[in-house]
């Protein structure tokens, strides 16, 4: 191959690859600057003709009106424990079940079927739930409360963080914590101190989207909770559509808040996502 056709080539490759990322971000971000800037907009620039991409005269009216009439704070209260409460539940004990069938010896066949039929939970509609859930929670009086919220939010979040930690603690070689044992270090310490660690990218990755779930669900919070104090920040922003009107400055206003904090959560946790993503997720 000519040095001319190898520059055009490679020139041709690296436009591809440039085209594609440009693609991709303004895929997924320009929708999130639109929703920003709306929420930034008078109603009259909203419905104006033609499009008015940024405001020329930009208010926080939305904002003030979001907090104001609406008892939004307690919605993003609400939304942030029950979110944290189900992400450690979740990691707390699915953490100790995935490395229970990465390391434990079972007969032969048992490991697979059995990380495959947790896994099998998680693919069940959460849908089919909600009534055996309900009337449980309505026997032992934890309707309107974060408790029903948190308990339902776990139990469809546990059988993912149990599948995906397993397949990290596989990609971790034996010898590590074998080299502990002998070393005279206990099974929980090679399990806190040379497990725990090398895992942390797939553990902080999975954690992530724990919290995302749970911060984002509305199917459960719109049936088990009724109260201001126990609805969440998507039932928050759903009560904005009312039969009278859609006030789509204060919706775009309250997914710019309810978005804010999984950006700042990403940014904050982005390099052990990205190493989190590719370690061991696909091992069986």
Not at 207 to 222: G, I, K, P, Y
């Amino acid at each position: 191959m000519t040095p001319i056709k190898l520059y055009l080539r490679n020139l041709l490759h690296h436009g591809a690859v440039g085209l594609s990322v440009v693609t991709a971000v303004l895929y997924t971000a320009l929708p999130l600057l639109w929703m920003m800037s709306t929420s930034f907009k008078k109603r009259i620039d909203i419905v104006s003709s033609p499009v008015v991409w940024f405001p020329s005269n930009p208010t926080l009216q939305s904002y003030w009106l979001l907090f104001v009439q609406h008892p939004f704070l307690q919605y993003l209260l609400n939304s942030f424990l029950v979110a944290a409460s189900v992400t450690f539940l979740s990691m707390l004990f699915g953490t100790l079940a995935g490395y229970a069938l990465a390391r434990t010896a079972f007969p032969r066949g048992v490991k697979r079927g059995l990380g495959f039929w947790i896994l099998s939970q998680r693919m069940v509609p959460p849908v089919v739930m909600i009534i055996p859930l309900y009337l449980m929670f309505g026997h032992v009086n934890l309707l309107n409360t974060r408790t029903a919220l948190v308990i339902g939010y776990t139990e469809f979040n546990l059988p993912f963080v149990v599948w995906m930690t397993r397949s990290y603690f596989l990609d971790l070689p034996r010898e590590l914590e074998e080299s502990a044992l002998v070393d005279g270090d206990s099974k929980w310490g090679a399990f806190c101190r040379i497990a725990l660690p090398l895992a942390k990218p797939g553990l902080i990755a999975t954690a992530m989207f724990c919290f995302l779930l749970a911060w984002n669900e509305l199917l459960f919070a719109l049936i088990f909770t009724d109260t201001i104090q126990s609805n969440t920040l998507p039932i928050g922003i759903a009560s904005l559509i009312t039969q009278l009107e859609v006030d789509w400055s204060q919706i775009c206003a309250a997914g710019s808040v309810a978005s804010l904090p999984i950006i700042v959560l990403a940014f904050i946790v982005q390099k052990h996502i990205v190493r989190g993503l590719t370690f061991g997720a696909v091992k069986g």
